[in-house]
């Protein structure tokens, strides 16, 4: 399975026994919406909600952080994920935070292959597929997760790299945020960005019917943003995220030596101690 799944794809896949799909929606904080009661009242049937923010290390002071192996297996099992199971992550939020659902599916070496459905449940629903409602009764899986942290990087990893250089950190905040014209959404937290990074905002990694941009038209954007395919590349964000949207990107253009920071902007700009740079990049 490739990272990227169409509507038809998916549409034609319904109801083979080891598919599991998954509603990833997560919004900001203080956004007005409820992504656990929007999956209640609208979902792909046969979808499981995964309750992104919950999903996190709760010992963890950086919001969202990855959970320890034990708590992901366990969610993961009662989501009905099995070890040959194919899972088909997707989100009904401008975040686009499937990619994050994904990313977490395979760092833990769930199933048998992870993959986003492209477009989301907007293009699902443009496209007159099927929806369900309610709480779905879903028989429990017996996937483990473990956690490989080849792909993901901490923030002594990136105070390393500020030194070495080795790798290119690409942003995926708002150029606002970026720049350090607009405050953070999280009190006290510093504006700007990490020394010698990119900026790629999310958003703009999205044609106008909510899918992907592939192929030329992909690589385009990330060389126009000064990205070094010849480099390492380090995705960062607000809180791991959207950098995943980054990471999901290069990964469709065969770039493989890609990692996220998963503690990004949250950890990065509340510490008094790590440098931080304004402006354009």
Not at 263 to 271: A, H, L, P, T
Request: aromatic fraction near 6%.
């Amino acid at each position: 399975m490739t990272i990227f799944v169409s509507t038809d794809w998916l549409a034609g896949q319904q109801g083979a026994p080891d598919l599991v799909i998954l509603d990833a929606s997560l919004f900001l904080p203080g956004t007005p919406r409820d992504a656990r009661a929007e999956f209640e009242t609208a979902h792909i049937p046969g979808a499981a909600f995964m309750d992104l923010p919950t999903l996190a290390d709760p010992a963890d002071p950086v919001p969202g952080q990855l959970p320890p192996d034990d708590m992901m297996t366990q969610r993961m099992q009662a989501l009905g994920v099995n070890a040959d199971s194919r899972i088909v992550v997707y989100d009904n939020s401008p975040t686009h935070s499937a990619a994050r659902g994904w990313f977490m599916a395979r760092v833990y070496g769930l199933g048998a292959s992870a993959a986003i459905l492209d477009g989301g449940l907007p293009k699902w629903v443009a496209e007159g597929h099927p929806t369900a409602s309610g709480v779905p009764a879903i028989a429990p899986g017996n996937a483990v997760a473990r956690l490989d942290r080849t792909y993901v990087r901490s923030k002594a990893d990136i105070l390393a790299n500020l030194d070495s250089g080795d790798a290119q950190l690409l942003d995926a905040r708002g150029a606002g945020r970026f720049t350090g014209a607009e405050a953070e959404p999280r009190p006290g937290m510093a504006s700007g960005h990490i020394p010698g990074s990119r900026n790629i905002p999310s958003s703009a990694f999205f044609t106008a019917d909510n899918r992907m941009k592939q192929g030329d038209e992909l690589r385009r954007l990330l060389l126009d943003a000064g990205t070094d395919f010849d480099r390492p590349i380090i995705t960062t964000c607000g809180s791991g995220v959207t950098a995943a949207i980054i990471l999901a990107g290069l990964e469709s253009l065969g770039k493989a030596d890609v990692a996220l920071y998963d503690g990004s902007w949250s950890e990065w700009g509340f510490d008094p101690a790590t440098p931080k740079a304004t402006g354009a990049a």
